[in-house]
């Protein structure tokens, strides 16, 4: 399949709608504490843990996995799986690429 942009194109135009908006924004640096920043991303639709105190972690982990979610979609492309990785790839694949042909030290 030969590679097209314009799927990647339609699909981050897509995405732009759920960015957040500025008073989204304002919202959440305004929170006074973390339970409440919590309760914050819970109503944004985060996945962030209802038991218990919310930890930095746990913040940290569901912006993490909302925003590989977000990637992932970008990166899907119909017939062809992986289309666009190389938009996305990771930095190391190059190295990892060089181990195996044996080019470069461990």
Request: charged share 25%; net charge positive; no cysteine.
């Amino acid at each position: 399949m030969k590679a097209r942009w314009e799927d990647l194109t339609a699909r981050t135009r897509g995405l732009a709608t759920h960015l957040l908006t500025p008073g989204q924004l304002d919202a959440l640096a305004r929170a006074p504490d973390l339970d409440a920043l919590g309760d914050a991303f819970r109503a944004l639709g985060l996945l962030v843990p209802e038991a218990g105190a919310v930890t930095p972690e746990q913040l940290e982990l569901a912006v993490r996995r909302a925003a590989a979610a977000r990637l992932h979609t970008l990166t899907r492309t119909p017939g062809s799986v992986g289309h666009h990785d190389h938009v996305v790839a990771r930095p190391e694949r190059g190295r990892e690429r060089a181990h195996r042909r044996g080019a470069a030290p461990r």
